[in-house]
């Protein structure tokens, strides 16, 4: 029928257009990028030079911390800053303005789908993700020397679940919220509490058993804790990976299901 | 003014058809905190010919931005028939948006967007866009294509968002509010382009709140309020239909003011007569015009000045709602019933 060619549509015609628009309007606002992509290595670096004795190697605990400098602890805690930094701030904080300024209501009544711009936003999000963790994890490598991970498959796993469960936390909140600031509110309220578990305060074995052992059940907490082990032990955190894998088979579908496209 | 509906669900390809049929359309809200539902559309049928403009015209909240969402396929009604082009678009969203641009009210683009991405942006979307530069000569932006979006007046804003519902080459173009808060100038010169539009083949559905707006561009129309349909025709028709009344002006030497109101008062023409200072405004049937300046030869009052005065559709309005027309400040508008 030639008359429903007219209507015929892929749904995502004009995407490759739309990733490559967002890409530049994204790079364009300077204060995201630097929070999103510079953040974590800026966290590494003060922090190594900053704090005295962070590039010390330890002397006075058992294996396997015996020589081990303290800024290593702070390898995992960049990687999961910035996971935390993109999926709960500047994504969906993106979203929730999409929706309050109508940009959404104006996709449906186009051939694209507003599921496209959401789509190019988490493409987005992890490619910057991607390249703040790669930054981090060199300048800090290259200025204090970090050590090889025992496990890179351990680390490389833990960094996706932590990826997931963190997108699965911040897609609920740009599901949900009608407005940026909301959105905005909601990512902070989640955020420092999740550093704090991530270990941003207390990194590695200095976190008091009692905070581990609450921070093991959250997200970010996890994340880390599994990525010590990874970096340093080699051991395999089976109930960190399953409380990440938890979380992101819980709030992805949620967010997915409970997305308000108005 | 019913045309028979196509038989089939595919966009139709006749130029004969109605282009846009609404027939019985309801659609409510829920309240809020689980109050009851407010109804935004009662009951709303017109039916839009090919090459129209043709207007939806109501005070706010009458249900006209309702009325054109479900047509755009945003939102789904309670009851009755959506079709454009043949197609229904609460069944089939997609099909129509190759076919149907939509100019929104409050919808803006990302603030650091310019110009020219956004139009080459939303060209890609569609199987034949039309070619971004000529459009945006069309409307007057080839100075502004470098701009980003925050910094557009917003004027340039509406114009843009007309070149982005066009930049689909659609056959119908629906239009929500768009000269609010243009200047006087500015509406004008949509005004044209809005005709140009129109002679270049696509069909116009306009929403307004502004009768000027309706009787200046319309082709035909619908007044809408509180939801339903209260009169349907061309501007020059519905007019027609309530000036059964007119009424003539007249500046008078002050000294003839007594003299004439005493000669017209009680004349079988004349049903009302009121002067203030010098003014003297007399109301009455068709014919009022014929007997004031007989009345008035005969006692040798000589007027300085008489005027008819020229009906709008707002005494349509105020014929078919017994209330009169309240046209808010064009930048205080507030939206009823969105979520």
Redesign the interface.
């Known amino acids: 029928m030639s008359t429903m060619a007219l209507g015929t549509r892929t749904g995502l015609r004009g995407f490759p257009t739309l990733l490559g628009t967002e890409t530049r309007l994204w790079l364009r606002d300077a204060g995201t990028v630097f929070y999103a992509v510079v953040f974590p290595t800026v966290l590494i670096v003060g922090l190594g030079l900053a704090i005295p004795g962070m590039r010390e190697p330890i002397t006075d605990a058992p294996e396997p911390w015996l020589g081990i400098t303290p800024i290593a602890f702070y390898g995992p805690v960049a990687l999961a800053t910035a996971v935390a930094s993109i999926a709960l701030t500047t994504f969906p904080s993106y979203v929730a303005t999409f929706r309050e300024k109508g940009v959404l209501r104006r996709l449906s009544t186009t051939p694209m789908r507003p599921q496209g711009l959401v789509l190019a936003h988490l493409v987005i999000s992890l490619g910057a993700l991607l390249v703040a963790a790669g930054l981090a994890v060199v300048v800090g490598g290259i200025a204090f020397g970090l050590p090889v991970p025992a496990s890179a498959g351990i680390v490389l796993l833990s960094f996706v679940l932590c990826v997931l469960s963190m997108f699965g936390v911040g897609a609920v909140i740009a599901a949900l919220t009608p407005r940026a600031t909301t959105a905005n509110a909601f990512g902070m309220l989640i955020y420092f509490p999740m550093l704090f578990f991530a270990g941003m305060w207390t990194p590695g074995p200095v976190m008091p058993e009692g905070v581990a052992e609450v921070a093991r059940f959250t997200p970010l907490g996890a994340a880390t804790q599994a990525m010590n082990a990874g970096w340093f032990t080699g051991d395999v955190p089976g109930l960190q990976l399953v409380v990440m894998a938890a979380w992101s088979a819980v709030l992805l579908p949620v967010a997915s299901r409970y997305f308000r496209w108005s | 003014m019913t045309s028979p509906a196509p038989a ?1 669900g ?4 006749t130029a004969t058809g109605p282009v846009v049929e609404v027939r019985t359309l309801r659609k409510s809200y829920p309240g809020p905190r689980g109050a009851g539902r407010k109804v935004a559309v009662e009951d709303v049928s017109f039916s839009v010919a090919p090459g129209e403009i043709f207007g939806i015209l109501g005070p706010n909240g009458a249900g006209k931005t309702t009325t054109v969402e479900c047509l ?3 939102r789904t009604a309670d009851a009755g028939q959506v079709r454009i082009l043949g ?1 229904d678009p609460q069944q ?1 969203p ?9 100019q ?1 009210q ?5 603030p ?2 310019t110009v020219r ?1 956004a139009m ?3 060209a ?4 034949d866009p039309a070619d971004p530069d000529e459009l945006l000569a069309l409307l007057d932006l080839v100075a502004q294509r470098d701009v980003r979006f925050s910094r557009l007046s917003g004027g340039q804003k509406q114009r843009l968002s007309i070149a982005l519902a066009l930049v ?1 080459r659609p056959r119908v173009a629906i239009l929500d509010e768009l000269t609010t808060g243009l200047d006087p100038a500015a509406r004008r010169a949509t005004w044209d382009l809005i005709e140009r539009v129109r002679d270049s083949g696509v069909t116009i559905l306009l929403v307004t709140h502004f009768m000027d707006e309706a009787e200046r561009l319309c082709d035909r129309l619908v007044i809408i309020d509180h939801g339903r349909v209260v009169a349907e025709g061309t501007p020059a028709e519905l007019i027609e239909q309530v000036d059964a009344e007119r009424t003539v002006v007249l500046r008078l030497a002050a000294e003839d003011v007594t003299r004439a109101v005493a000669a017209l008062d009680g004349l079988p023409e004349v049903s009302g007569v009121a002067a203030a200072g010098r003014r003297v405004e007399v109301t009455g049937s068709r014919r009022v015009l014929f007997a004031v300046v007989q009345a008035l030869a005969a006692h040798d009052v000589v007027p300085d000045d008489v005027a008819t005065t020229a009906r709008t559709l707002e005494d349509v309005f105020v014929h078919h709602t017994g209330r009169p027309y309240e046209e808010p400040a064009a930048d205080a508008i507030t939206k009823g019933a969105r ?1």
């Open positions: 089939t595919a966009l139709s390809e755009a396929g945003l197609t089939h997609e099909a129509i948006k190759d076919v149907v641009g939509v929104l409050e919808a803006e683009l990302s650091r967007i991405e080459r942006l939303f890609s979307f569609y199987e689909g979520s």
